[in-house]
């Protein structure tokens, strides 16, 4: 199936093909990052700590196919599934779309660039350490604070 022109700007989620869902992530890994949720009141920290398939420079997955296999809890979402995600970043393009909201600029199906989402700071990419090399009892020291940029009014 073909791509369908501006799909990221008018279609919902439930209508997009396969090549359309895979096209709209941005490619930030910030799914791809250890996420802790506070005990006490539900709070998500986001750690600067990727599974261990996350290319860090590239922020794509190694083992894209293969991923739930070789990562048993890395979680394969759909459109039906997406609201539900309260751990999605605010940025991400399936949160933006799931809510009715347009893309950022710095996505590159708007940018025409996939390297806009590493120059605005969005992505892991020189935030991140691959948790091969952090001991399980120390992710927690890993939590980051992430800053959003404000969206352009454009």
Same mark, same amino acid.
């Given at each position: 199936?073909?791509?369908?022109?501006?799909?990221?700007?008018?279609?919902?989620?439930?209508? +997009?093909?396969?090549?359309?869902? $895979?096209?709209?992530?941005?490619?930030?890994?910030?799914?791809? &990052?250890?996420?802790? $949720?506070?005990?006490?009141?539900? =709070?998500?920290?986001?750690?600067?700590?990727?599974?261990? +398939?996350?290319? +860090?420079?590239?922020?794509?997955?190694?083992?894209?196919?293969?991923?739930?296999?070789?990562?048993?809890?890395?979680?394969?979402?759909? =459109?039906?599934?997406?609201?539900?995600?309260?751990?999605?970043?605010?940025?991400?393009?399936?949160?933006?779309? /799931?809510?009715?909201?347009?893309?950022?600029?710095?996505?590159?199906?708007?940018?025409?660039?996939?390297?806009?989402?590493?120059?605005?700071?969005? =992505?892991?990419?020189?935030?991140?350490?691959?948790?091969?090399?952090?001991?399980?009892?120390?992710?927690?020291?890993?939590?980051?604070?992430?800053? &959003?940029?404000?969206? /352009?009014?454009?």
């Amino acid at each position: 199936m073909a791509m369908r022109p501006d799909f990221w700007r008018t279609l919902p989620l439930a209508e +997009l093909n396969a090549q359309e869902w $895979e096209a709209l992530c941005d490619g930030c890994a910030q799914c791809c &990052t250890i996420k802790l $949720e506070d005990e006490d009141d539900g =709070s998500i920290g986001y750690t600067g700590v990727t599974c261990r +398939l996350l290319n +860090l420079d590239t922020c794509r997955c190694t083992a894209y196919s293969q991923r739930h296999q070789r990562v048993p809890d890395c979680i394969e979402f759909g =459109s039906d599934l997406v609201a539900g995600l309260a751990w999605l970043p605010a940025t991400c393009a399936y949160r933006l779309r /799931s809510e009715g909201r347009p893309l950022e600029w710095w996505h590159y199906l708007n940018s025409g660039d996939p390297e806009t989402v590493h120059a605005a700071g969005i =992505s892991v990419r020189g935030h991140a350490i691959s948790e091969e090399y952090v001991h399980g009892d120390d992710i927690e020291a890993h939590v980051l604070h992430w800053v &959003t940029p404000t969206r /352009s009014t454009d």
